[in-house]
């Protein structure tokens, strides 16, 4: 059921479409969780807590009938995001000049290049599920004490995508190597173990170890988002080191060529 989802409780929404006005009365956490100062990232046994929230949200959706039609939208090769982006990379370069050098500009030529390619993972429409879009650490509420568990909150960015894209983002663009590298398979891992547990068949090791790093690929454009839709550099300067990085630890170029061969 819904209700039981890791979030909070919403007690009443109201969109008005003439006057693009909204309000939302929403369960009050303030007694019973707590948020991390960013850019502080999470201690060990919150990031497992983190990880199991977003596998039994994803378990919820996956593949779930509603998405694409009251909820969301499914994704397609043509969607406003990626025909932005195809505008905004040239810009993007030219703003950078030598501080994107040549070599991780070719990185994100030949991603582009492929992009038909690799979208068509998502436009099978199969394995997907309802992403939060936005799923830093410091957008979970955590438990002042037991038994409370985590709520994911602020779901602005919500979108039907890889149950992956959460990971990626939150791990490939917001830590640092060291910290990544610690921790990165062994959260995977339990992801794909708690997918299973609440319900996702048909989806082995394999295939989420895939979609991982396909989401990498696919982070390495929210950098050239965050800075075609005005957001200052220290929201995204750092954070497209990172992802680089993400995508040159994790061999992502070897899967690219795979689907380029």
């Known amino acids: 059921m819904e209700d039981d989802l890791p979030i909070p409780y919403c007690y009443d929404a109201v969109y008005r ?21 960013p850019p502080l990232p ?11 929230v977003l ?14 039609l009251t909820i969301s939208k499914l994704p397609t090769p043509e969607s406003e995001r990626e025909i932005i982006l195809e505008i905004a990379f040239p810009a993007f370069v030219d703003f950078l000049g030598d501080r994107l050098p040549g070599q991780r500009r070719k990185i994100y ?3 582009m290049a492929a992009w038909p390619i690799l979208t ?10 309802l992403c ?10 955590y438990p002042r ?22 990971l990626a983002y939150m791990m490939a663009l917001f830590w640092y190597p060291e910290h990544r590298a610690q921790v990165e398979q062994t ?26 790093r396909l989401s990498v690929m696919r982070m390495l454009f929210e950098p050239v988002w965050w800075w075609a839709t005005k957001h200052p550099a220290f929201i995204w300067w750092d954070r497209l080191e990172r992802v680089i990085l993400a995508f040159q630890d994790l061999d992502c170029a070897e899967l690219l060529g795979s689907f380029i061969r």
């Open 55 to 68: 596998a039994k949200i994803h378990a919820y959706w996956w593949d779930h009938p509603r998405l694409g």
């Open 42 to 52: 999470p201690l060990q046994p919150q990031c497992e807590q983190l990880v199991d």
């Open 109 to 111: 030529e030949d991603v």
């Open 187 to 212: 959260l995977l891992r339990r992801y794909h173990h708690h997918l299973q547990s609440n319900g996702v068949g048909d989806y082995n090791w394999d295939d989420c170890w895939f979609d991982y």
């Open 120 to 129: 068509e993972r998502l436009t099978t429409h199969t394995n997907l599920t």
């Open 132 to 141: 939060h879009g936005d799923a830093h650490c410091w957008n979970f509420m």
């Open 145 to 166: 004490k037991e038994p409370d568990t985590v709520r994911l909150i602020d779901w602005e960015a919500l979108r039907v995508s890889l149950g992956t894209d959460d």
């Open 17 to 37: 479409a003439n006057t693009e006005t909204f309000h939302l009365l929403l369960e009050d956490l303030s007694a019973t969780h707590f948020e991390l100062e």
